[in-house]
């Protein structure tokens, strides 16, 4: 069941095409835990670029994708609505199996701690319960860049 959609989405992050790395979120649990998806085809632009004869998702996008799951999270509570999340850090990082097209990457991220304007949340990617990726993301909350808005418009 799909919560939000990619236009809800991109409502709450700045990123957009092609550096948006989520494509729906089917569990929502504000201050607590959020799962998304990103639907992996080979028509993405790092598929091309990145190991074009083993096409795969870079480990550095996966980050990304946790990072962008990370703030949906986030922003969606209450403490920091109307706000932005800025990654700040990646601990105990740990690569699994490739993400490659045609797979589903889920994206689940666990709210740890806040403390003021910075928190950390336990992540993982998986693709069909198989470990794509884990790490511990820690993240600042700052206010939301009004020229962002004003794209939005």
Do not use: H, W
Not at 32 to 39: E, S
Not at 87 to 110: C, I, M, N, S
């Amino acid at each position: 069941m799909t919560i939000l959609t990619t236009s809800e989405i991109m409502a709450l992050i700045p990123n957009r095409y092609p550096i948006i790395y989520i494509d729906r979120v089917e569990v929502l649990e504000p201050d607590k835990k959020i799962v998304a998806t990103k639907l992996l085809t080979i028509n993405e632009s790092f598929m091309r670029g990145y190991q074009p004869d083993q096409p795969q998702m870079p480990n550095t996008l996966i980050i990304e994708a946790l990072a962008q799951t990370a703030s949906i999270l986030i922003l969606k509570s209450p403490a920091y609505a109307g706000k932005t999340a800025y990654l700040g850090a990646a601990k105990q990082v740990d690569f699994g199996r490739k993400a490659r097209p045609g797979d589903q990457l889920q994206l689940t991220v666990t709210l740890i701690k806040t403390k003021s304007n910075m928190g950390v949340v336990q992540t993982s990617a998986t693709v069909d319960g198989e470990n794509v990726c884990t790490a511990e993301l820690t993240f600042v909350v700052g206010p939301r860049d009004s020229q962002l808005e004003k794209n939005r418009g």
